[in-house]
């Protein structure tokens, strides 16, 4: 799997790889309805369903995390209506009341940092990144091993063949691929969409911004994609709907809500106490190995 001769065949070999590729490979969810009624029937194509919230969720949140949210506005609050002279003044509390709206600033400071900020990612070589691609794609291929194999059972030793739409490691496969799509149904999930995430997964860079290679590389990836997951994606997604936007970590935009200081202050003498507690009473010890 090298990039310089899967290049070669995009551009020698495009007609002919087709071909191949459609012979490997099960008939498109737009055309085969055998193919559509087994999709209907396979779990992965199942919407997941969202937990209904009990009355400890809504415990919490009227009892632990609403207040502790509801520190910093009314902290603002506080300072607002004793400069307009609308409430009584405490020294000790508009003390308090200023440094969590000091600190508020700085964290919204931070969080826009973190919003604008470029990626962390460092580029790695494109041998590398399909190296590694490959081995998560070959997880899980290994057929089940007695206990008394000493091969590990996920050791990806095994080829990306074509599996077959009923095959239960592409199965498994789907529905836990599909999580990146929000749990959409695998047969809305459409070869952009999946193009859009290899694109993130494999570059960290949206699908528009690659070059030549780059793309030639997420081609590749979705051609394994579909041998690993059982059939080839769809090209449209269903009628009335849009192509559907993976979650990309990197690239998608975070909601931050500010937290206030205190709660830091109380995670830091946690952290201090436990600590001391370990190194001091239960005779724990910290130290590095080799870097860890």
Known sequence: MLIPQYVRSL?????????EVDKM???SFDRDTNLKRRMEQDHSNTPIPMKPRRWTYYTALLFVVGPIYAVTPLSWAYILAVAFGRAPLWRPLLAYALFEAAFSIYY???AYIVRNGKSQIRPRDIHQLQLLFTRMLQAGLSPPQSPTDPQRPASPAELIAQLT???PRAIDFRH????????APWSHITRKSMSMWLAWSIFDKRLESLGPIEGSVVEEALRLIEKRSGGRLAELPPDGQDHIIPIRLTL??????SRPAALYVFYACANTAAHWWYRYVLGFTSGSHNGI
Do not use: A, C, K, V
């Open 252 to 257: 998608d935009s975070i909601d931050i809500w």
């Open 176 to 183: 836990h691929l599909r999580n990146w799509f929000h749990g």
């Open 25 to 27: 490979l099960p008939l």
């Open 108 to 110: 919204q400071y931070l």
């Open 11 to 19: 551009r020698t070999g495009e007609e002919e790889e087709e071909l």
């Open 165 to 167: 739409y009923e095959d």
